[in-house]
């Protein structure tokens, strides 16, 4: 049976105080709607719509970037639930099989809990996701009868007595394809909001002899995001699963709660990860891989072996092959370091390619900018650059070569050669004491008093 997801973004969300759509704010380094998107692709989902309507522009964008198969459909107006899930209804014209609706804001939303709702639709024609919730404040609540849901009622329109159930409305439903647009044709707004609900599909379900049955989850799975704080909440929630899922997975972290997490880290086996490391998007770490504290990765690899940090920067594009070192105070963007290369000192290594063994002493700067272009920097194997050495780009090193310390590199340089490129060195006998004297006399001199 195929599935096809509708996942329901067009809500302002006033409360985030923000220019940026609520689904665009980020959980973890990715979009909230992200984690949603993540969250149905468990159904291994045949299509994907998502309903956009406040900053629909900027949530296009972003969906392209998550999943380039995913259809966006405008909701121009926001009537309601039930009139946002008809929005998908010529996007999904001819679609047979299963509708999972859900909502975008909705991050803590388990795979296995849309899988157990699927499953549920073998004994009934609609499946409702529901929860007990500690506190029902405003949910819609579910009326039960027996095992089967007779109807939701919303809270403004609830008697005091349905305002005493418990069991409360995610939102989420699954339901066939064809039979969810019959019913949502039906639907209507009288209600105290004067929405078209999306949860009067229950009813209407009923009406016409169908099956209708609610799946229970953990509250903490449904909880949306409305504000900044429930975003910080929610990065925090996010962050210590994603730690306890990379210990159980034989991850070291030394300390974990202080380690920062993005939605698509990937750590494997037996690293080890100090105190105090954040992963920004797009970080893979190998098996055995060592990255020492303080430091900050973003979209780079680490190879198995090896060894990052203390306090070491590796930006977009950055490739550590097998047993590589990047040591403390080093910056590198854009570059691929080839294996058993060492940089574990105080530099810049941008638009780079480092060779095999090769050795970066000590405050070594590619300078790759140079006010308007960037350039590259080529490096052999097993070359040695010496501390303090500056490599005006674009240029080249090869094999076997050395710069000597303090170099100032502007011309490629052949392998096996040492480049010296530096003002020659002058000791002027006596000199120091006699210049010494000099000052001091200067100084008396100004100061009116002793030397
Ligand atoms: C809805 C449910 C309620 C449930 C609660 C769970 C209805 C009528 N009520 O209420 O039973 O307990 O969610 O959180 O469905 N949206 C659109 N277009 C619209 C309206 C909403 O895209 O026209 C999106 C929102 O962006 C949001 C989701 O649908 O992601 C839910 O909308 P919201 O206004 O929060 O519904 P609630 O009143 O909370
Ligand atoms: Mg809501």
Known sequence: MSTALIILAAGKGTRMNSDLPKVLHPIAQAPMLAHAMRAGRALAPAKTVIVAGHEAEAVTAAVADIDEDAQVVLQTKQLGT?????????????????????????????????????????????????????????????????????????????????????????????????????????????????????????????????????????????????????????????????????????????????????????????????????????VTVESGALIRAFSHLEGCHVSRGAKVGPYARLRPGTELAENTHIGNFVEIKNAAIAEGAKINHLSYIGDALIGTKTNIGAGTVTCNYDGVMKHRTEIGANVFIGSNTLLVAPVKVGNEAMTATGAVITKDIEDGALAIARIPQVNKPGRAQKLMDLLRAKKARRDGGDV
Not at 83 to 96: P, S
Not at 109 to 120: C, F, I, S
Request: charge should be negative; include cysteine.
């Open 82 to 282: 039930a009139h946002a899930v008809d929005q998908a209804r010529t996007a999904l014209n001819g679609f047979e099989g299963d509708v999972v609706v859900l909502y975008g804001d909705t991050p803590f939303l388990q795979p296995e809990t849309l899988e157990r709702m699927v499953a549920a639709r073998a004994h009934a024609d609609l499946v409702i996701l529901g929860f007990q919730a500690a506190d029902p404040a405003r949910y819609g609540r579910l009326v039960m009868d027996g095992d089967s849901l007779e109807r939701i009622v919303e809270y403004k329109d609830a008697s005091d007595a349905e305002r005493t159930i418990k069991f409360c409305n995610s939102g989420l439903l699954a339901c066939d394809a064809k039979l969810l647009f019959e019913l949502i044709a039906k639907v209507g707004n009288k209600n105290a909001s004067s929405e078209y609900y999306l949860t009067d599909v229950v009813e209407l379900a009923r009406a016409e002899g169908r099956s209708v049955t609610a799946v229970a989850c953990d509250e903490a799975e449904t909880l949306g995001v409305n504000s900044r704080a429930d975003l910080a909440r929610a990065d925090a929630v996010f962050q210590s699963r994603a730690r306890a899922e990379l210990l159980e997975s034989g991850v070291t972290l030394m300390a974990p709660e202080t380690v920062y997490l993005s939605l698509d880290t990937v750590i494997g086996r037996d690293a080890v990860v100090e105190p105090n490391v954040v992963f920004g998007p797009g």
